[in-house]
């Protein structure tokens, strides 16, 4: 399936989401406990100890193993309730609930434990299931009230291997504006809606392909041998233009719903 640059964008931003929630991973070992500094082991406990580590670190290696084989028969409401389970165990743990100002629920919890089980980001948009508790956690955003500097630092590291990176190192000012979109307290939320609209996704895929055949076809009929350079370039300018701007206001006139409050985060952000 094809996503557009919506979906793209919020598979870039699920992982700083995932990155910032790591304080919530659960051990099902529980926090180790010092032993008291009077009460000696016996010596010969040591080697049974260490034996009891590596059968349990292999255990739990092999049940690794069965769990993602398990993973690719089960059902989505098998599914839905393994990621409610671990839910609630995550939220059992004895750790604390809130970190840095972050307001930790119950669906980042269950994307967290997807990503840790080794699904990726683009995995969770294609799974209708997990697609949906990706919505339903950006409804209240938990970044909006993580400090703006550490958020800052957040996103510098997750974009740093990607094509984002070089447009912000060519445009800052990029870097604030993601910044501002994952702090306000709508955008998010509103623009992860649009995976719920696959087939108006479709349709905004369809006629920005069709725009790119009307340009390939006006160039080639406007562009012909002894057409002066300065044509050319105002030609393949203006076609440009014509598709680039074709295809963004078809996007906003179907999603100018959800895509209303990043508008404004670009105006407040760019002017």
């Not at 009077?38 to 580590?53: C, K, L, T």
């Not at 255990?59 to 309730?81: D, H, R, S, V």
């Not at 057409?227 to 598709?243: A, C, D, E, P, Q």
Request: glycine share 6%; charged share 25%.
């Amino acid at each position: 399936m094809k996503w557009g640059s919506g979906a793209l964008l919020i598979a870039l931003l699920l992982p700083i989401t995932s990155w910032s929630q790591t304080v919530q991973v659960y051990d099902p070992q529980g926090p180790e406990v010092a032993a008291p500094k009077n009460a000696a082991a016996p010596q010969g406990n040591v080697s049974e100890e260490d034996e009891f580590e590596k059968l349990e670190k292999e255990l739990a290696e092999q049940n690794k193993a069965m769990g993602a084989a398990a993973g690719i028969l089960e059902t989505p409401e098998e599914k839905l309730q393994r990621l409610d389970d671990e839910a609630k165990a995550t939220q059992e743990a004895p750790l604390e609930n809130e970190q840095l100002g972050l307001a930790i629920n119950k669906d980042l919890l269950e994307l967290q434990a997807a990503l840790q089980g080794g699904k990726s980001s683009l995995d969770i948009i294609q799974d209708p299931v997990l697609r949906q508790k990706l919505i339903n956690a950006y409804q209240t955003n938990p970044m909006a009230a993580m400090p703006k500097e550490m958020l800052r630092g957040v996103v510098e590291e997750q974009i740093h291997k990607t094509p984002l990176s070089g447009l912000v190192n060519a445009f800052p000012k990029m870097l604030d504006f993601l910044v501002n979109l994952m702090q306000h307290p709508k955008a998010m939320g509103q623009m992860v809606k649009i995976l719920n609209r696959t087939d108006d996704l479709k349709i905004c895929g369809y006629v920005s392909i069709a725009l790119m055949i009307l340009v390939f076809v006006l160039r080639k009929t406007l562009i012909k041998k002894r057409t002066r350079f300065m044509k050319r370039v105002y030609i393949g300018f203006s076609t440009s233009v014509l598709m680039l701007g074709g295809s963004l206001g078809f996007l906003w006139f179907s999603f100018r719903e959800e895509l209303g409050p990043t508008l404004d985060v670009f105006k407040t952000t760019f002017f």
